[in-house]
């Protein structure tokens, strides 16, 4: 008898707790109100002139719950499965890399990259610049950059083409760019230049958006033994199944390819961007076969593709049965990894902007959520607790109106009433 009672009470547990479970997976959807009020937001930003097409797309518990496209590119509709230039989404693929090597035993996150790549050997920190011929003066740096430094973005260097206006010099005088290439070259010709050039700040002092992610673009390609293209395509990619992801589009693919806007200076009218708007660059880089391999601003895809991948890390590394980063990488990855270095309200892991407790007030945005965006528009970001990956992709810049995607989380998030 005692037996039975204690089977039945396990079985009650089990149930109450199976119930409790499944109650917790379903407790957060998207109602055909709130979609209604998705759609009306997008449509606003169109019928207002501010922007010329939009896609979205939203999952929850790896289930597609909106995917849609508004607007025209340029001869024909806005597309869900259009190719997009994907720009510092990048970055978290080529994090990705990084610790997966790790992970293979590598390199360790705290070794000085001059390890690996030599022209990093002793930095020198900018002291002076002249503006008439972007000449300069600099000192020796105190630290070596590491390799967890370059992934939180506070290794001290710079940005080309959107950096500092002194960084933008230096980088422009040596032909480093910001990885929309207009002529043949390669990553390690650019690294390896970038190597020899000052800091603007002490590695581990301060977080600048820099340069950080080709430079580990270049450590994937020393340490694997493949170009980045390759690795990604083997490594990632393919295991994935994420066929409609680039750095060099193939010609079959290329009418897929997304049209781009900007802004005309004065007006602000939205027009089409043409070659020439930013000096050195060229908005035909997937298709001009350039051969770089910006592991911070290079590739294309599309919202299917880079859903499967940011799925991959809301699993945990893993993604129907196909394992690409262990558990504990990922979450060393959406942790805090910049300590009490100042981020605004949030925190910065190993690639990704993380929501803090105080950063969750301001749109609902559930803290330990983690993302970041791409400059022609675009945002992205996992919410772990409420099992969902979302995206949006307006592929413009400058986007004068560039409160769309913040609107877009706080609808999400607000009450299903």
């Known amino acids: 008898m005692r037996k039975i009672i204690y089977f039945q009470l396990l079985f009650v547990l089990f149930t109450c707790q199976l119930t409790q479970a499944q109650t917790n997976s379903t407790s957060f959807f998207i109602s055909e109100k709130k979609i209604r009020q998705i ?4 449509k606003q930003y169109l019928d207002s002139g501010w922007i010329k097409g939009i896609t979205a797309n939203i999952a929850i518990d790896g289930k ?5 496209a508004f607007g025209n590119q340029v001869g024909r509709p806005f597309k869900t ?3 997009l230039r994907i720009a510092s989404q990048t970055k978290a693929i080529t994090s990705v890399a990084v610790m997966m090597l790790q992970e293979e035993g590598k390199f360790s996150l705290d070794d000085p990259i001059s390890k690996y790549l030599p022209t990093f050997k002793n930095p020198e920190i900018l002291v002076k610049f002249n503006s008439k011929d972007s000449t300069y003066t600099s000192r020796p740096a105190k630290n070596e950059i590491t390799i967890r430094e370059l992934l939180t973005h506070t290794s001290g260097l710079g940005y080309a083409q959107i950096g500092s206006p002194e960084m933008q010099a230096i980088y422009a005088k040596a032909d480093i760019s910001a990885g929309f290439v207009d002529h ?7 690294i390896d230049k970038l190597g020899k050039l000052p800091l603007s700040s002490e590695p581990g002092q301060k977080w600048q958006y820099s340069l950080g992610m080709d430079v580990l673009g270049r450590l994937v390609e020393v340490t694997s033994g493949l170009n980045l293209d390759q690795f990604f395509r083997d ?9 409609d992801t680039y750095f060099a589009l193939p010609k079959n693919k290329q009418l897929r390819l997304s049209s ?8 602000k009218a939205v027009i089409p961007w043409v070659d020439g708007v930013v000096k050195g660059s060229s908005i035909n880089y997937p298709i001009n076969e350039n051969g770089y391999f910006a592991g ?3 590739l294309v895809s599309t919202s299917k593709d880079y859903g499967t991948f940011l799925q991959m890390l809301l699993n945990g590394g893993e993604y129907k049965g196909k394992r690409i980063l262990s558990k504990n990488s990922v979450a060393l990855m959406t942790k805090n990894q910049i300590g009490n270095i100042p981020f605004g309200d949030n925190y910065f892991g190993l690639g990704f902007e993380v929501v803090s407790d105080k950063g969750s007030k301001k749109l609902g945005q559930t803290a330990g959520s983690y993302g970041w965006g791409g400059f022609f528009g675009s945002t992205y970001w996992v919410d772990p607790k409420k099992k969902m990956v ?7 810049s400058p986007l004068s109106h560039g409160q769309l995607p913040n609107q877009f989380k706080a609808l999400i998030y607000q009450d299903n009433k």
Do not use: S
């Open 81 to 83: 499965d259009d190719i």
């Open 184 to 190: 043949k070259k390669l990553l390690k010709t650019d």
């Open 64 to 68: 597609t719950v909106y995917n849609k």
């Open 296 to 298: 911070g601003a290079g």
């Open 260 to 267: 781009v806007y900007t802004e005309d200076p004065k007006t």
């Open 235 to 243: 490594r990632i990619f393919i295991p994935l199944g994420m066929n």
């Open 390 to 396: 979302a995206q949006i992709y307006v592929q413009q």
């Open 39 to 42: 759609d009306q937001l997008f």
